[in-house]
């Protein structure tokens, strides 16, 4: 089954203790990208790749980092995390469809930071 | 910036009633898409509109983009309480990857 695979699913930490989330696809999609999405703001880019080792800055990338060792898989990563990324993080991957790129979003992780 | 304005924020309604939501922006768009979140999900692609004043369906859903291509609309006919969920909708510039998601419109359809 196509799909993009977040882990893990519930994840409650304490301030400043490092750590990742894994986000894995399975569709050979060049295009990766990390959403977080909070009430009243929406879905917002933190950071995405185009390719393996090309990852860029989306809106809110402070905080974060990612790596794209290879095409399937795309980690986000929380050096020190801090209570305002307490947050639902999404990962995507992207396709061609239709002359424009459709999403396939993973199933979320839900952070908290206490 | 590009932004999509989603209105009404907030919609319940009663079974079998109809509704329209909408998405829009003072931009253009080369394509427009709609998204559905349930609770605890992730958003699932519904559809994707490229031309001005195509209206797609997709069952008792219908999809329009705007002539312009700055506005879309969703017009839901007979909702069921299965359509309850958050919409998005989300605007790609020509030949991008990136898209500009609006804020979303969540539906609450009661039996």
């Known amino acids: 089954e196509a799909q993009v695979t977040q882990n893990p699913r519930y994840l409650i930490t304490v301030t400043g203790k490092k750590l990742t989330v894994t986000c894995s696809q399975n569709?050979?999609?060049?295009?990766m990208s990390w959403y977080r999405q909070d009430p009243g703001l929406g879905l917002r880019q933190i950071y995405y790749?185009?390719?393996?080792?090309?990852?860029d800055k989306g809106d809110v990338p402070e905080g974060y980092k990612v790596s794209r060792k290879e095409k399937r898989n795309f980690p986000l990563i929380l050096e020190s995390p801090s209570p305002n990324q307490t947050s639902l993080y999404f990962c995507?991957?992207?396709?061609?469809?239709?002359?424009?790129?459709?999403?396939?979003f993973g199933s979320g992780t839900r952070l908290t930071v206490v | 910036t590009q932004l999509l304005e989603q209105s009404p924020q907030f919609l319940s309604i009663q079974e079998g009633e109809n509704l329209t939501v909408y998405c829009n922006s003072s931009?253009?768009?080369?394509?427009l898409q709609w998204y559905r979140q349930e609770p605890g999900e992730g958003p699932v692609l519904l559809v994707t509109?490229?031309?001005?004043?195509e209206v797609k369906k997709l069952k008792r859903l219908t999809f329009q983009f705007g002539d312009a291509r700055k506005d879309s609309s969703l017009h839901i006919t007979a909702a069921q309480p299965g359509d309850t969920g958050l919409y998005l909708c989300?605007?790609?510039?020509?030949?991008?990857?990136?898209?500009?998601f609006g804020k979303g419109t969540k539906l609450s359809v009661i039996p």
């Open positions: 569709m050979n999609h060049e295009y």
């Open positions: 790749s185009m390719n393996v080792e090309v990852t």
């Open positions: 509109v490229v031309t001005g004043g």
């Open positions: 989300a605007g790609a510039g020509a030949g991008s990857y990136q898209l500009t």
């Open positions: 931009s253009v768009f080369s394509s």
């Open positions: 995507a991957s992207s396709w061609l469809q239709d002359g424009t790129y459709g999403y396939t």
